[in-house]
Protein backbone atom coordinates (compact mmCIF):
# COMPACT_ATOMS: atom_id res chain seq x y z
CA UNK A 1 0.00 0.00 0.00
CA UNK A 2 0.77 3.52 -0.26
CA UNK A 3 0.46 6.81 1.77
CA UNK A 4 -2.52 8.76 0.80
CA UNK A 5 -0.27 11.87 1.86
CA UNK A 6 3.39 11.58 0.90
CA UNK A 7 2.81 8.86 -1.28
CA UNK A 8 5.50 6.70 0.78
CA UNK A 9 4.98 2.60 -0.37
CA UNK A 10 4.25 1.03 2.94
CA UNK A 11 4.05 -2.78 4.15
CA UNK A 12 0.13 -3.63 3.88
CA UNK A 13 -0.83 -3.79 7.60
CA UNK A 14 0.73 -0.16 8.24
CA UNK A 15 -1.18 1.76 10.40
CA UNK A 16 0.43 4.81 10.05
CA UNK A 17 3.21 6.35 7.51
CA UNK A 18 6.34 5.92 8.95
CA UNK A 19 7.86 9.13 6.99
CA UNK A 20 4.72 11.65 7.33
CA UNK A 21 3.12 10.01 9.93
CA UNK A 22 -0.15 10.06 8.40
CA UNK A 23 -2.85 7.68 10.07
CA UNK A 24 -3.70 5.02 7.58
CA UNK A 25 -6.69 3.76 9.13
CA UNK A 26 -9.38 3.48 6.34
CA UNK A 27 -6.88 4.45 3.79
CA UNK A 28 -7.55 2.88 0.67
CA UNK A 29 -4.36 0.72 -0.70
CA UNK A 30 -3.44 2.51 -4.53
CA UNK A 31 -2.17 0.77 -7.01
CA UNK A 32 1.36 1.78 -8.77
CA UNK A 33 -0.68 3.49 -11.39
CA UNK A 34 -2.08 5.61 -9.26
CA UNK A 35 0.37 6.38 -7.17
CA UNK A 36 2.51 7.61 -10.26
CA UNK A 37 -0.80 10.00 -10.70
CA UNK A 38 -0.49 11.05 -7.01
CA UNK A 39 0.61 14.39 -6.61
CA UNK A 40 4.70 14.61 -5.57
CA UNK A 41 5.26 16.48 -2.39
CA UNK A 42 8.75 16.13 -1.64
CA UNK A 43 10.26 18.28 1.03
CA UNK A 44 12.22 20.57 -1.55
CA UNK A 45 8.99 21.36 -3.13
CA UNK A 46 7.27 22.45 -0.06
CA UNK A 47 9.82 24.77 1.40
CA UNK A 48 10.04 26.03 -2.21
CA UNK A 49 6.65 26.98 -2.25
CA UNK A 50 7.07 28.13 1.54
CA UNK A 51 10.20 30.57 0.43
CA UNK A 52 7.75 31.87 -2.52
CA UNK A 53 5.11 32.95 -0.81
CA UNK A 54 7.55 34.83 2.14
CA UNK A 55 8.68 36.74 -0.94
CA UNK A 56 5.86 37.66 -2.19
CA UNK A 57 4.79 39.26 1.23
CA UNK A 58 7.82 41.34 1.52
CA UNK A 59 7.50 42.54 -1.71
CA UNK A 60 3.94 43.37 -1.16
CA UNK A 61 4.96 45.05 2.05
CA UNK A 62 7.34 47.52 0.28
CA UNK A 63 5.04 48.15 -2.25
CA UNK A 64 3.02 49.55 0.22
CA UNK A 65 5.59 51.44 1.93
CA UNK A 66 6.87 53.17 -1.10
CA UNK A 67 3.48 54.36 -1.56
CA UNK A 68 2.58 55.87 1.59
CA UNK A 69 5.56 57.92 1.73
CA UNK A 70 4.37 59.38 -1.73
CA UNK A 71 0.80 59.86 -0.51
CA UNK A 72 2.91 61.62 2.94
CA UNK A 73 5.51 63.59 0.89
CA UNK A 74 2.45 65.29 -1.42
CA UNK A 75 0.10 65.84 1.46
CA UNK A 76 2.92 67.93 3.41
CA UNK A 77 3.40 70.20 -0.24
CA UNK A 78 -0.22 70.54 -0.15
CA UNK A 79 -1.17 73.90 1.64
CA UNK A 80 -3.67 73.47 4.55
CA UNK A 81 -6.94 75.21 4.44
CA UNK A 82 -7.14 78.24 7.11
CA UNK A 83 -8.94 76.69 10.45
CA UNK A 84 -7.53 73.34 9.91
CA UNK A 85 -5.27 71.21 11.64
CA UNK A 86 -3.00 68.12 10.63
CA UNK A 87 -1.87 67.01 14.35
CA UNK A 88 0.10 64.01 11.82
CA UNK A 89 1.82 66.88 9.81
CA UNK A 90 5.77 66.56 10.55
CA UNK A 91 7.19 69.74 10.95
CA UNK A 92 9.66 70.79 8.10
CA UNK A 93 13.04 72.36 9.06
CA UNK A 94 14.18 75.17 7.67
CA UNK A 95 17.06 75.82 5.79
CA UNK A 96 19.33 78.58 7.56
CA UNK A 97 19.99 81.51 5.17
CA UNK A 98 23.85 81.60 4.07
CA UNK A 99 25.95 83.52 6.03
CA UNK A 100 27.35 86.99 3.94
CA UNK A 101 30.76 86.71 2.62
CA UNK A 102 33.39 89.23 3.94
CA UNK A 103 34.22 92.14 2.10
CA UNK A 104 37.65 93.27 0.90
CA UNK A 105 38.27 96.51 2.13
CA UNK A 106 38.13 97.70 -1.19
CA UNK A 107 34.67 96.12 -1.68
CA UNK A 108 34.22 97.80 2.00
CA UNK A 109 35.20 101.01 0.99
CA UNK A 110 33.51 101.45 -2.28
CA UNK A 111 30.31 100.19 -1.40
CA UNK A 112 30.07 102.44 1.62
CA UNK A 113 31.60 105.74 1.43
CA UNK A 114 28.75 107.06 0.37
CA UNK A 115 26.89 106.47 3.36
CA UNK A 116 29.43 108.89 5.18
CA UNK A 117 29.52 112.58 5.86
CA UNK A 118 32.24 114.89 7.05
CA UNK A 119 30.41 117.64 10.07
CA UNK A 120 31.87 121.11 10.82
CA UNK A 121 30.19 123.17 13.31
CA UNK A 122 30.05 126.95 14.04
CA UNK A 123 28.90 128.56 17.56
CA UNK A 124 26.52 131.59 18.38
CA UNK A 125 28.65 134.00 16.02
CA UNK A 126 29.68 132.31 13.05
CA UNK A 127 32.91 130.87 13.92
CA UNK A 128 34.13 127.76 13.15
CA UNK A 129 33.98 125.40 15.98
CA UNK A 130 35.39 122.11 14.59
CA UNK A 131 35.29 119.23 12.57
CA UNK A 132 33.88 116.00 13.33
CA UNK A 133 32.35 112.86 10.98
CA UNK A 134 28.98 111.07 10.46
CA UNK A 135 27.28 108.08 8.86
CA UNK A 136 23.55 108.55 7.21
CA UNK A 137 21.28 105.22 8.41
CA UNK A 138 18.16 106.01 6.57
CA UNK A 139 17.01 107.26 3.00
CA UNK A 140 15.32 110.10 4.68
CA UNK A 141 18.68 111.75 5.88
CA UNK A 142 18.64 110.66 9.86
CA UNK A 143 22.36 110.26 10.30
CA UNK A 144 24.41 108.98 13.40
CA UNK A 145 27.66 111.24 15.19
CA UNK A 146 29.19 111.58 18.97
CA UNK A 147 27.39 114.39 20.68
CA UNK A 148 30.80 116.30 21.23
CA UNK A 149 30.78 116.58 17.53
CA UNK A 150 27.35 118.86 17.42
CA UNK A 151 27.79 119.63 21.74
CA UNK A 152 27.29 123.77 21.65
CA UNK A 153 26.93 124.43 18.03
CA UNK A 154 24.45 126.52 16.73
CA UNK A 155 24.56 125.82 12.94
CA UNK A 156 26.55 122.58 11.25
CA UNK A 157 27.17 121.72 7.41
CA UNK A 158 27.68 118.46 6.21
CA UNK A 159 29.57 117.37 3.40
CA UNK A 160 28.36 114.42 0.74
CA UNK A 161 30.78 111.91 -0.37
CA UNK A 162 30.38 113.28 -3.71
CA UNK A 163 31.01 116.95 -2.84
CA UNK A 164 27.19 118.11 -2.42
CA UNK A 165 26.70 120.42 0.82
CA UNK A 166 24.22 120.24 2.78
CA UNK A 167 23.44 121.02 7.02
CA UNK A 168 22.26 119.82 9.79
CA UNK A 169 18.64 120.58 9.74
CA UNK A 170 18.01 119.62 13.57
CA UNK A 171 19.05 117.39 16.43
CA UNK A 172 16.78 113.92 16.95
CA UNK A 173 18.04 112.47 20.01
CA UNK A 174 21.11 112.67 22.06
CA UNK A 175 22.77 110.90 24.92
CA UNK A 176 25.61 113.19 27.03
CA UNK A 177 26.67 109.82 28.90
CA UNK A 178 27.59 107.62 25.89
CA UNK A 179 28.37 110.77 23.57
CA UNK A 180 25.66 110.18 20.89
CA UNK A 181 23.93 112.02 18.91
CA UNK A 182 21.31 111.70 16.23
CA UNK A 183 20.76 114.19 13.43
CA UNK A 184 18.39 114.79 10.39
CA UNK A 185 20.38 115.81 7.40
CA UNK A 186 19.14 118.18 4.66
CA UNK A 187 19.00 117.36 1.87
CA UNK A 188 18.12 113.73 2.39
CA UNK A 189 21.32 112.91 0.54
CA UNK A 190 23.74 110.00 0.35
CA UNK A 191 23.38 106.32 0.85
CA UNK A 192 22.15 104.76 3.99
CA UNK A 193 24.71 102.17 5.90
CA UNK A 194 22.94 99.05 7.44
CA UNK A 195 23.32 98.64 10.95
CA UNK A 196 24.94 95.25 12.53
CA UNK A 197 24.61 93.91 15.98
CA UNK A 198 27.16 94.91 18.35
CA UNK A 199 26.24 92.67 20.55
CA UNK A 200 28.25 89.56 18.11
CA UNK A 201 31.59 91.68 17.91
CA UNK A 202 34.43 89.50 19.24
CA UNK A 203 38.00 90.38 20.70
CA UNK A 204 40.26 89.50 17.43
CA UNK A 205 37.21 90.45 14.70
CA UNK A 206 38.51 92.70 11.68
CA UNK A 207 36.97 95.55 11.26
CA UNK A 208 37.38 99.03 9.20
CA UNK A 209 37.11 102.33 10.20
CA UNK A 210 35.67 105.60 7.92
CA UNK A 211 35.84 108.98 9.02
CA UNK A 212 37.42 112.26 8.40
CA UNK A 213 40.47 112.74 10.69
CA UNK A 214 41.98 116.55 10.72
CA UNK A 215 39.06 116.99 7.68
CA UNK A 216 40.88 114.53 5.22
CA UNK A 217 37.28 113.12 4.38
CA UNK A 218 36.29 109.57 3.77
CA UNK A 219 39.93 108.44 5.00
CA UNK A 220 39.64 104.36 5.96
CA UNK A 221 41.80 102.48 8.19
CA UNK A 222 41.72 98.69 9.02
CA UNK A 223 42.61 96.63 12.05
CA UNK A 224 41.13 94.34 14.31
CA UNK A 225 39.09 94.72 17.74
CA UNK A 226 41.72 94.64 20.58
CA UNK A 227 39.06 94.56 23.77
CA UNK A 228 35.56 95.00 24.96
CA UNK A 229 35.82 97.61 28.26
CA UNK A 230 32.69 97.65 29.77
CA UNK A 231 30.78 97.11 26.48
CA UNK A 232 32.68 99.71 24.67
CA UNK A 233 34.92 98.72 21.57
CA UNK A 234 38.44 98.77 22.23
CA UNK A 235 40.19 98.78 18.37
CA UNK A 236 43.44 98.94 16.68
CA UNK A 237 41.78 101.32 14.05
CA UNK A 238 43.71 104.28 14.31
CA UNK A 239 41.83 107.03 15.52
CA UNK A 240 42.32 111.29 15.53
CA UNK A 241 40.38 114.50 15.76
CA UNK A 242 37.52 114.76 13.10
CA UNK A 243 37.56 110.66 13.12
CA UNK A 244 34.75 111.17 15.95
CA UNK A 245 31.54 109.90 14.63
CA UNK A 246 32.36 107.71 11.87
CA UNK A 247 31.65 104.37 11.85
CA UNK A 248 33.13 101.10 12.20
CA UNK A 249 32.26 98.01 9.97
CA UNK A 250 32.69 94.57 10.32
CA UNK A 251 33.49 92.27 7.70
CA UNK A 252 30.29 91.76 5.98
CA UNK A 253 30.04 95.84 5.51
CA UNK A 254 27.45 96.45 8.72
CA UNK A 255 28.16 99.44 11.02
CA UNK A 256 29.08 98.06 14.39
CA UNK A 257 30.55 100.78 16.00
CA UNK A 258 30.67 104.50 15.92
CA UNK A 259 34.48 105.78 16.31
CA UNK A 260 34.89 108.37 19.45
CA UNK A 261 38.20 108.53 20.98
CA UNK A 262 42.18 107.76 21.19
CA UNK A 263 43.99 108.02 24.42
CA UNK A 264 46.83 110.14 24.07
CA UNK A 265 50.28 108.65 25.39
CA UNK A 266 49.15 105.34 24.57
CA UNK A 267 50.23 102.98 21.76
CA UNK A 268 47.26 102.60 19.20
CA UNK A 269 44.48 102.56 21.82
CA UNK A 270 41.06 103.54 19.99
CA UNK A 271 37.62 103.38 20.83
CA UNK A 272 33.95 102.71 19.58
CA UNK A 273 31.21 102.77 21.11
CA UNK A 274 28.73 99.96 19.78
CA UNK A 275 25.95 100.39 17.74
CA UNK A 276 24.06 98.83 19.83
CA UNK A 277 23.46 101.62 22.39
CA UNK A 278 22.57 104.14 19.24
CA UNK A 279 19.41 102.05 18.21
CA UNK A 280 16.84 103.36 20.84
CA UNK A 281 17.40 106.96 19.66
CA UNK A 282 16.50 106.03 15.88
CA UNK A 283 13.02 106.46 16.13
CA UNK A 284 12.54 109.97 17.82
CA UNK A 285 10.31 112.19 14.36
CA UNK A 286 10.84 115.47 16.40
CA UNK A 287 14.35 117.14 15.46
CA UNK A 288 15.29 120.23 17.48
CA UNK A 289 17.42 123.45 16.24
CA UNK A 290 20.83 122.72 16.91
CA UNK A 291 20.97 126.31 18.94
CA UNK A 292 17.61 124.95 21.24
CA UNK A 293 20.10 121.92 22.58
CA UNK A 294 23.46 124.21 22.37
CA UNK A 295 21.21 126.64 24.95
CA UNK A 296 19.61 124.22 27.11
CA UNK A 297 22.88 122.67 27.77
CA UNK A 298 24.21 125.97 28.99
CA UNK A 299 25.94 125.91 32.32
CA UNK A 300 27.09 128.86 34.02
CA UNK A 301 28.88 129.22 37.14
CA UNK A 302 29.87 132.51 38.66
CA UNK A 303 33.29 133.82 39.80
CA UNK A 304 32.38 136.96 41.39
CA UNK A 305 29.30 138.12 41.98
CA UNK A 306 29.06 141.36 43.94
CA UNK A 307 31.61 143.07 45.86
CA UNK A 308 34.66 142.10 47.21
CA UNK A 309 37.57 143.89 48.81
CA UNK A 310 41.46 143.36 47.86
CA UNK A 311 43.94 144.72 50.27
CA UNK A 312 47.04 146.77 49.34
CA UNK A 313 49.78 144.37 48.06
CA UNK A 314 47.80 141.60 47.61
CA UNK A 315 45.57 139.46 45.18
CA UNK A 316 42.51 137.39 45.25
CA UNK A 317 42.37 134.77 42.98
CA UNK A 318 39.65 132.06 41.35
CA UNK A 319 40.72 128.73 40.11
CA UNK A 320 38.98 126.99 36.70
CA UNK A 321 38.91 123.93 35.64
CA UNK A 322 38.84 123.04 32.03
CA UNK A 323 37.78 119.70 30.88
CA UNK A 324 37.03 119.25 27.23
CA UNK A 325 35.57 115.93 27.34
CA UNK A 326 32.53 117.18 29.85
CA UNK A 327 32.56 120.27 28.03
CA UNK A 328 32.97 122.61 25.70
CA UNK A 329 32.70 126.35 24.09
CA UNK A 330 34.28 127.46 27.74
CA UNK A 331 34.58 130.87 28.52
CA UNK A 332 35.11 133.86 30.55
CA UNK A 333 33.09 136.62 30.38
CA UNK A 334 31.94 139.97 32.76
CA UNK A 335 32.11 143.10 33.81
CA UNK A 336 34.31 144.96 37.08
CA UNK A 337 34.46 148.07 38.70
CA UNK A 338 37.03 149.05 40.68
CA UNK A 339 37.26 152.12 43.56
CA UNK A 340 39.74 152.92 46.27
CA UNK A 341 43.11 154.80 46.42
CA UNK A 342 43.87 158.38 43.79
CA UNK A 343 42.81 156.45 40.54
CA UNK A 344 41.25 153.00 41.53
CA UNK A 345 42.76 151.11 38.94
CA UNK A 346 43.32 147.43 39.84
CA UNK A 347 44.19 144.50 37.67
CA UNK A 348 42.11 142.07 36.08
CA UNK A 349 44.17 139.05 34.70
CA UNK A 350 43.29 135.42 33.56
CA UNK A 351 46.45 133.60 33.58
CA UNK A 352 46.97 129.13 31.87
CA UNK A 353 50.49 127.92 32.95
CA UNK A 354 52.01 130.68 34.75
CA UNK A 355 51.10 132.86 31.25
CA UNK A 356 48.44 135.85 31.02
CA UNK A 357 46.32 135.45 28.83
CA UNK A 358 44.21 138.13 29.25
CA UNK A 359 44.86 141.15 31.35
CA UNK A 360 43.01 144.98 31.93
CA UNK A 361 44.67 147.23 34.28
CA UNK A 362 41.78 150.44 34.68
CA UNK A 363 39.21 151.15 37.64
CA UNK A 364 36.59 149.20 34.43
CA UNK A 365 37.23 146.40 32.77
CA UNK A 366 35.13 143.90 30.57
CA UNK A 367 36.01 140.13 29.65
CA UNK A 368 35.29 137.68 27.02
CA UNK A 369 37.96 135.81 26.77
CA UNK A 370 37.53 131.41 25.45
CA UNK A 371 39.45 129.23 26.88
CA UNK A 372 40.18 125.70 24.42
CA UNK A 373 43.00 124.16 26.03
CA UNK A 374 42.98 121.61 29.19
CA UNK A 375 43.64 122.32 32.69
CA UNK A 376 43.76 124.88 35.25
CA UNK A 377 43.29 128.55 34.36
CA UNK A 378 43.29 131.33 36.94
CA UNK A 379 41.01 134.60 37.47
CA UNK A 380 43.20 137.08 39.47
CA UNK A 381 42.05 140.46 41.24
CA UNK A 382 45.73 141.66 41.50
CA UNK A 383 46.27 144.74 43.63
CA UNK A 384 50.02 144.19 44.38
CA UNK A 385 51.30 147.32 43.09
CA UNK A 386 49.32 149.63 45.69
CA UNK A 387 51.26 149.39 48.63
CA UNK A 388 48.91 151.59 50.52
CA UNK A 389 45.51 151.92 49.60
CA UNK A 390 42.95 148.55 49.18
CA UNK A 391 40.58 148.16 46.40
CA UNK A 392 36.64 147.63 46.22
CA UNK A 393 35.94 145.64 43.28
CA UNK A 394 32.35 145.04 42.23
CA UNK A 395 30.84 143.11 39.24
CA UNK A 396 30.26 139.98 37.88
CA UNK A 397 32.55 137.25 36.28
CA UNK A 398 31.28 133.87 34.64
CA UNK A 399 32.18 130.72 33.30
CA UNK A 400 30.16 129.74 30.62
CA UNK A 401 30.30 126.40 28.80
CA UNK A 402 28.04 123.59 27.44
CA UNK A 403 27.77 120.67 29.12
Known amino acids: MFCTKCGTELPDDSQFCRKCGHALTGATSLTPKEVALAPHRSPVLRWSVVALGVLVVVLLVGLGLVVWQVTNHEASRAPIAQGSSS ?92 DLAVVQLAPSHGTALEIGNSDNVRVGDRVVAIGSPLGLQNTMSVGIVSGLRNGVIQMSDPISPGSSGGAV ?95 GKITLALVYQGQPIFSCRERVCQIHQSIMNPGIYTLVLDNRVSPIFARTVTGQVSLKYVR
Open 249 to 343: FDQSGKVIGVAVAQMVGGQNLNFAIPINWAKPYLNNQNPKPLSDVATENTVTENLLDGSVSVPQGQARTWNITVNPNSMSNAEVHGQIFSIGGLD
Open 87 to 178: PEAVPVAKAEPPSPQPLSPQELYQSKRAGMVLIETFDDEGRKRGLGSGFIVSSSGTAITNYHVIRGAYRATVKFDDGTVGSVDGVASYDQNR
